[in-house]
């Protein structure tokens, strides 16, 4: 029988990225989302399927495939690990065979994702369980609920398309005291009493600090106010164990780390996914792009928070934040350019920060003003610089990439 064609899509994985409070927890949940899509993917390899997009490995050379599907794979174990940057979207499609079955990709994603949030479990949270309300119970119906998989068979275009229209996710909105992340969620200690949250919050950071014994711990990395829902404590605590549990080394986490001053910029690749429909291979390239960012992004002093898809927020010093910019859009054009022959350009919106307020609320401001400002209303390839000094922030320059302002040095501290 003829190959057919195979689509997934793992839901709601931008909500799960979006839904953070610090640095990490958006990190943290760019990788869970890459990591658990190709545990999928290695499935889809492992029944003779061949992947159409993404690319996992450059078809033109001989490079190695993904550095996550090698963690999967369990091989190089011992080998330093590339940054945390989760570049594996959550859709992918495949040419598969025809004895091919979906519900082995599926139910291997279902056995990780339990297998991790397990792991958190057993390590900081069972044995303060019990100064909590119904805290397993709340624990199992979160963990196990969240997820969704869609999933079909069909042309190259069409059968995500007609699955996506038939929408069954719904957020259930759950009662009691919520969780700091997800809004939805209520928090684990399942108390409606400030005191007995309190004393449930306090336990669970000193079961912490026992299991990171002290000379590894990184300060109270669930801090005073974010009482989290078992999604929110997977978020915060995985890369606190990620070595262990899935043999990826865990970054250099700072806790309530200060943001300002700094510039946080949000970039997104135009058109990227219509220039991926003519040539495949700008799939691969991308997410090298964005894997490799990190060297010029620390040269400037700055941090990769997170990356995947197209998109990637970086924060870096007020007076390099333009300049980084430029670097990256002119190097990802160079490379669509150069390799693919197609002119590649890119969005940006950036961000100036003078106080210290919710991170979550400056990246739905970037998002916005990226989605609807530069791409919509300036029709793209280009950026704008604002800057939050007060109760609103304001639009101080909207420029061309190759506009000649020299404003990069003009941004001066107040």
């Avoid at 106010?225 to 915060?236: E, P």
Wanted: proline letters at 5%; one cysteine or more.
């Amino acid at each position: 029988m003829a190959n057919k064609i195979f689509h997934f899509k793992l839901i709601p994985a931008k909500h799960f990225i979006l839904s953070s409070e610090l640095p990490t927890d958006y990190m943290s949940g760019s990788f869970l989302v890459s990591y658990l899509v190709g545990v999928a993917i290695q499935k889809v390899i492992e029944q003779g399927g061949k992947m159409i997009l993404p690319l996992t490995a450059d078809p033109e050379s001989r490079e190695a495939a993904h550095p996550i599907l090698h963690a999967i794979r369990g091989r190089d174990r011992n080998q330093p690990r590339e940054p945390w940057i989760g570049t594996i979207p959550n859709y992918f499609k495949a040419e598969v065979p025809s004895s091919f079955d979906p519900h082995i990709c599926i139910s291997a994603l279902k056995k990780t994702w339990l297998k991790i949030a397990n792991s958190i479990w057993e390590k900081v949270i069972q044995d303060v369980s019990c100064l909590g309300e119904n805290t397993n119970k709340i624990w199992k119906k979160q963990i196990r609920s969240y997820w969704q998989v869609y999933w079909g068979f069909g042309s190259e275009h069409d059968a995500m398309l007609r699955r996506s229209l038939w929408n069954t996710y719904v957020f259930q909105s759950e009662t009691g005291p919520g969780c700091s992340m997800f809004d939805h969620l209520r928090e684990l200690s399942g108390h409606r009493d400030e005191t007995r949250r309190e004393k449930f919050w306090k336990a669970m950071n000193e079961q912490l600090r026992l299991q990171l014994k002290q000379q590894a711990w990184p300060g109270p990395f669930l801090h005073r106010g974010s009482q989290l829902s078992a999604l929110g404590l997977v978020k915060r605590l995985f890369p606190l164990f990620s070595e262990e549990i899935v043999g990826w080394p865990t970054p250099d986490l700072k806790v309530n780390e200060k943001m300002s001053p700094s510039a946080l910029m949000l970039i997104d690749c135009d058109r990227a996914g219509e220039m991926i429909s003519s040539n495949r291979r700008l799939s691969y390239l991308l997410s090298k792009f964005l894997r490799n960012m990190i060297r010029d992004v620390t040269e400037y002093g700055g941090k990769v928070i997170y990356a995947g898809g197209d998109e990637c927020l970086i924060q870096s010093p007020v007076h390099a934040g333009v300049r980084l910019a430029r670097i990256l859009r002119n190097k990802y054009t160079w490379l669509c350019v150069n390799e693919l022959d197609l002119y590649g350009t890119m969005s940006a919106s950036i961000l100036l920060i003078y106080d210290e307020r919710k991170l979550n609320q400056s990246v739905h401001y970037l998002k916005w003003t990226l989605k609807y400002l530069v791409k919509e209303r300036y029709g793209g390839d280009g950026f704008i610089v604002s800057s939050w000094l007060y109760k609103q922030p304001q639009i101080l320059r909207r420029c061309n990439w190759d506009d000649p302002c020299g404003w990069d040095e003009t941004i001066q501290m107040n």
